[in-house]
């Protein structure tokens, strides 16, 4: 499928909850499951366990950010760094029934100039992620997996279909663990599977010193070469979580906004009023052979 087939294959998807369609024989079963996917998606988005994070749903736009990826609860579906499980309480009851739920995280020992504190931290959280999920979401932990990425099994290997990153490229990169990581997502990935991405993204003429992940920001040209240079192209990228009213340029980074509020809680109006980050979204193929950046 060229790339602009899929674009318009993935546009298509993204506007099927508002926009009629008038099919009929294989046409009208494809629209049919589309709907079913939709509905299914929005039973889970408005499901109780939600409740404390429906309030993030403004900024971060689930139902399009997931159909712009064209997250089907019938794959399998890597959520790298799910933190505190925010899209893990969407993606693993939509996945649950059909599909396949992973976690996966940096290994421990690679955030080792953080400090021995954050290295074991985050060796916890990963060892409790599906006991902890497990009791958050109703699923048992057996469909809760999580994997350290230099843990990944081998039969994972090739098989599968989306890989989705939420707000975690900056820290990759300043931590000088981003090359692993995708590599490692990469191997995981069937031949014709994809890697959503969605940063916070750095003004395009701003400084490579304020874009190079320090601050939360990156720049959208910058993600993008790292992509290519790793034999991803991209495929298709969507305003949905773009955010104007964000400028970039705090001193405290993208932390000074919610749902951090660095500044403290005399700032909060103000950075309430701004929202959450201006974020780009991108999704990502394996390139066909030959086309990768050198």
Excluded at 110 to 128: D, K, L, N, T
Excluded at 203 to 228: H, P, R, T, W
Excluded at 270 to 278: L, N, P, R
Aim: charged share 25%.
């Amino acid at each position: 499928m060229t790339k602009a087939a899929l674009l318009a294959l993935l546009t298509a998807t993204s506007l099927m909850a508002c926009t009629p369609v008038d099919v009929s024989e294989d046409g009208n079963d494809i629209a049919k499951e589309e709907a079913a996917h939709i509905a299914a998606l929005d039973s889970v988005l408005a499901a109780d366990l939600r409740a404390d994070d429906r309030a993030r749903d403004t900024f971060r736009n689930p139902k399009q950010t997931l159909n712009f990826f064209d997250v089907k609860p019938d794959q399998t579906v890597i959520d790298y760094a799910p933190g505190g499980g925010w899209y893990t309480r969407i993606l693993a009851p939509y996945l649950a029934e059909n599909g396949n739920y992973i976690g996966v995280g940096f290994p421990p020992e690679a955030a080792a100039s953080i400090g021995p504190e954050f290295v074991e931290r985050v060796r916890a959280s990963g060892e409790a992620f599906a006991e902890t999920q497990s009791e958050s979401i109703g699923i048992p932990a057996e469909k809760l997996p999580f994997y350290f990425s230099n843990a990944l099994p081998d039969d994972l290997n090739g098989k599968v279909d989306r890989v989705v990153i939420f707000r975690m490229m900056h820290n990759l990169l300043r931590w000088g663990i981003a090359d692993a990581e995708i590599e490692a997502m990469k191997s995981a990935l069937k031949p014709d599977g994809m890697i959503g991405i969605v940063q916070h993204r750095a003004k395009a003429d701003a400084s490579d010193e304020s874009a190079d992940g320090n601050k939360g920001y990156i720049k959208q040209a910058a993600l993008v070469a790292f992509m290519e240079k790793h034999g991803f192209e991209l495929v298709a990228e969507s305003e949905v979580n773009a955010n104007p009213n964000d400028t970039t340029d705090y001193e405290n980074g993208v932390w000074t906004l919610p749902p951090n509020y660095a500044e403290g809680e005399d700032s909060k109006e103000k950075y309430d009023a701004i929202g959450e980050s201006d974020r780009m979204t991108l999704l990502f193929k394996l390139a066909e052979q030959g086309d990768a950046a050198e």
